[in-house]
């Protein structure tokens, strides 16, 4: 069973940091970028940041360029999102996903997502 498991939400003042985790399961997405997503209530699902295998060529949404940093460990089948500077609008919850073909920021082109991790920014 494949399973990707976030973690290292929380609740964090503004201009905070946190660390988000992304472990696989059940097998490994050798070859597969790897993005991250959020949410926030009301609002569509919208991508933040994608990762290839290799990890030379990471692609950020303008909201979050120059604060969060994606990075993986393919060793540990194990995604993260680092981000600073935090603001209120970094409000959602955040889920990765394993991309399988089309434009990165398309929710369409990934399969296999977690159940996601909450991220609360207070002002």
């Known amino acids: 069973q494949v399973q990707l498991v976030e973690s290292g939400g929380g609740l964090v003042q503004a201009g905070g940091s946190l660390r988000l985790s992304c472990a696989a399961s059940?097998?490994?997405?050798?070859?597969?970028?790897m993005g991250w997503f959020r949410q926030a209530p009301g609002k569509e699902r919208e991508f933040v940041a994608a990762?290839?295998?290799?990890?030379?060529?990471?692609y950020y949404a303008d909201s979050v360029k120059g604060r969060f940093t994606i990075s993986r460990d393919n060793a540990k089948n194990t995604v993260y999102l680092q981000m600073n500077s935090l603001k209120p609008e970094d409000t959602a919850v955040y889920s990765c996903?394993?991309?399988?073909?089309?434009?990165?920021?398309?929710?369409?082109?990934?399969?296999?997502w977690g159940q996601g991790t909450q991220v609360t920014v207070s002002s």
């Open positions: 996903a394993a991309h399988y073909g089309g434009p990165l920021t398309d929710t369409r082109s990934y399969s296999y």
């Open positions: 990762t290839a295998w290799s990890g030379g060529s990471v």
């Open positions: 059940g097998r490994t997405f050798s070859g597969r970028h």
